[in-house]
């Protein structure tokens, strides 16, 4: 049986390029776990008008904050998030955490995030706690380096070692990553997979565009 062959993903800059070894390409998507909702970009939980009865519940959650405009700033979400208790007996999310988020789902570009946009979030954010719960297994409120493998893998993202340990030494401490961080981690490996896929017009693990649209896209989130 022939070996699958290694793409490499192609970033364009101008006159230059960068090459990214280790994305394989034609891997199927793995079971998801108990939750985990996959769209059409690998590792998203898809958003469905039907996904709560307590939408009434999280409406009030959103407007207890909302300004008249009937959208919510980073640190009106962090409030919102904080007194919904969706974290858990984990600790509240951070204000940057809460920044990445809402720029995660800024389609309009306002810094600012309505209700669709936070309802998206909600699901989000409980298949994201949902599935951290699932892979720590010690139940240390943490997980490690395998840990983190397995939930990524979780949600349908097929990522190279190398990428893998660079990811935990961004988000760790002292080698464990605690549950901000991995929400953190989730928004932007989401957002990034968004930017990138939306720009791979074949689905084939390249994209061109220019510098000045990749800084836009990255230094956002």
């Not at 070996?3 to 490499?8: I, M």
């Not at 793995?30 to 039907?50: H, K, M, N, R, V």
């Not at 893998?153 to 988000?171: A, D, E, F, N």
């Not at 017009?201 to 510098?211: C, K, R, V």
């Amino acid at each position: 049986m022939a070996k699958r062959q290694k793409t490499r993903k192609v970033f364009k800059f101008g006159n230059f390029s960068i090459q990214v070894p280790g994305m394989q390409m034609g891997q199927p998507v793995p079971e998801t776990g108990p939750g985990i909702l996959l769209d059409g970009y690998s590792g998203c939980p898809a958003f469905s008008d039907t996904y709560s009865s307590a939408g009434d519940s999280v409406y009030t959650y959103f407007s207890a904050v909302a300004g008249q405009d009937g959208e919510v700033d980073a640190e009106e979400l962090q409030r919102c998030l904080t007194q919904s208790g969706i974290s858990g007996t984990y600790s509240p999310f951070s204000l940057e955490t809460c920044r990445i988020m809402i720029a995660m789902l800024d389609r309009d570009y306002t810094g600012k995030m309505g209700f669709n946009a936070f309802k998206e979030l909600w699901s989000a954010l409980n298949a994201w706690k949902e599935n951290f719960m699932t892979v720590d297994q010690d139940g240390s409120g943490t997980v490690e380096h395998h840990e983190l493998r397995q939930a990524i893998g979780l949600m349908g993202y097929r990522l190279s070692p190398q990428t893998l340990t660079t990811i935990v030494k961004r988000y760790s401490k002292n080698g464990r990553i605690f549950f901000d961080d991995y929400v953190a981690c989730c928004v932007k490996l989401r957002a990034l997979t968004d930017f990138f896929r939306k720009r791979d017009h074949l689905q084939q693990g390249s994209a061109n565009f220019i510098y000045d649209d990749f800084l836009q896209g990255t230094m956002a989130i």
